[in-house]
């Protein structure tokens, strides 16, 4: 069992950084990759990033790849967001993968084992 808790998010200027963290506890020794994804209001929830805790290899989604940087730090996982668009308005969500599948594994959110509750990032024009 691993519990994942998310901070960091809040009302911010188009323009600003941000840096979103996910806590990890419990089982952590059982995770394998640790993903951010994000849900918009009326659309499906999507990754943004994931990184493998053995290796270090992140995947990035496209259109984030410029601007949002994944890293761990222990069981500290984090999101820093930079230069901030209206269109990254959504719940960030923090999810834990327990076992290695490729890195396909580890696009979609169906593949992941644990889920916090996410934190809301609103970017305003």
């Known amino acids: 069992q691993v519990q994942l808790v998310e901070s960091g998010g809040g009302l911010v200027q188009a323009g600003d950084s941000l840096r979103l963290s996910c806590a990890a506890s419990g089982r952590t020794f059982s995770t394998d990759s640790t993903g951010w994804f994000r849900q918009a209001p009326g659309k499906e929830r999507e990754l943004v990033t994931s990184?493998?805790?053995?290796?270090?290899s992140t995947i990035i989604a496209d259109s984030v790849k410029d601007r949002f940087t994944i890293s761990r730090v222990n069981t500290q996982v984090y999101l820093q967001i930079d230069r901030l668009k209206p269109e990254d308005t959504a719940v960030y969500y923090c999810?834990?993968?327990?076992?290695?599948?490729?890195?396909?594994?580890?696009?979609?959110?169906?593949?992941?084992?644990?889920w916090g509750q996410g934190t809301q990032v609103t970017v305003s024009a």
């Open positions: 990184i493998r805790w053995s290796s270090g």
């Open positions: 999810a834990a993968k327990k076992y290695w599948s490729g890195f396909e594994g580890l696009r979609s959110w169906s593949y992941y084992d644990y």
